[in-house]
Antibody, heavy 122, light 107 residues
Framework: QVQLVESGGGVVQPGRSLRLSCAAS????????IHWVRQAPGKGLDWVAV????????YYADSVKGRFTISRDNSKNTVHLQMDSLKPEDTAVYYC???????????????WGQGTLVTVSS | DIHMTQSPSSLSASVGDRIIITCRAS??????LNWYQQKPGKAPKLLIY???NLQSGVPSRFRGSGSGTDFTLTISSLRPEDFARYYC?????????FGQGTRLEIK
């Protein structure tokens, strides 16, 4: 079945870095864009970034632009989110999600991974 | 940025009730509007895409409608498993934005 599994979360001090991974299975990974969405504790959903199916189109939320970098390896069915200069306000569960259309970029999100918790605290 | 406003923010209802959640966009997004359900500790689940299309496997008591700036999610006869938080989401332009969520509680 179609599945996304995030990993790499943890506790990190402000200013440090963390790299999240999203491993995909059950579909032709190289034909789907992948998004990252985060959710701070007790809060709503906050879109972070998207990378197109071929890696040629990338967009970020203003709140992470210049600090986060999204990338993908289609040979390993994996997307990464490199998070640098982390701030306490980056504390959240980070979800990866598949875009709704094969060869699309920004549509609906389905499915979502189970999420990985990032806590930025000294 | 396109701002998405959901109402109500919370709603109490009983099993069997019909409820409506509304979502308003700050500008015309045609039908680039999607709805998700989220239960505590779980990832969001897609219910409705492109304003009115029922995602495969989602019960037919869920219905989405609207276009332009005003959208609704209707649940025709609430079941116990429907009590959750619901989010609308615009995929018209970057940055992608979500509504603040509607918490549906059992009365």
């Amino acid at each position: 079945q179609v599945q996304l599994v995030e990993s790499g979360g943890g506790v990190v001090q402000p200013g440090r870095s963390l790299r999240l991974s999203c491993a995909a299975s059950g579909f032709t990974f190289s034909t789907y864009s992948i998004h990252w969405v985060r959710q701070a504790p007790g809060k709503g959903l906050d879109w972070v970034a998207v990378i197109s199916y071929d890696g040629n189109n990338i967009y970020y939320a203003d709140s992470v632009k210049g600090r986060f970098t999204i990338s993908r390896d289609n040979s390993k069915n994996t997307v990464h989110l490199q998070m640098d200069s982390l701030k306490p306000e980056d504390t959240a569960v980070y979800y990866c999600a598949r875009d709704g259309y094969s060869y699309g970029l920004i549509n609906w999100f389905d499915p979502w991974g189970q999420g990985t918790l990032v806590t930025v605290s000294s | 940025d396109i701002h998405m406003t959901q109402s109500p923010s919370s709603l109490s209802a009983s099993v069997g009730d019909r409820i409506i959640i509304t979502c308003r966009a700050s500008q015309n997004i045609t039908t680039y509007l999607n709805w998700y359900q989220q239960k505590p500790g779980k990832a969001p689940k897609l219910l409705i895409y492109a304003a009115s299309n029922l995602q495969s496997g989602v019960p037919s008591r869920f219905r989405g409608s609207g276009s332009g700036t005003d959208f609704t999610l209707t649940i025709s006869s609430l079941r116990p498993e429907d009590f959750a938080r619901y989010y609308c989401h615009q995929s018209y332009s970057v940055p992608i934005t979500f509504g603040q969520g509607t918490r549906l509680e059992i009365k």
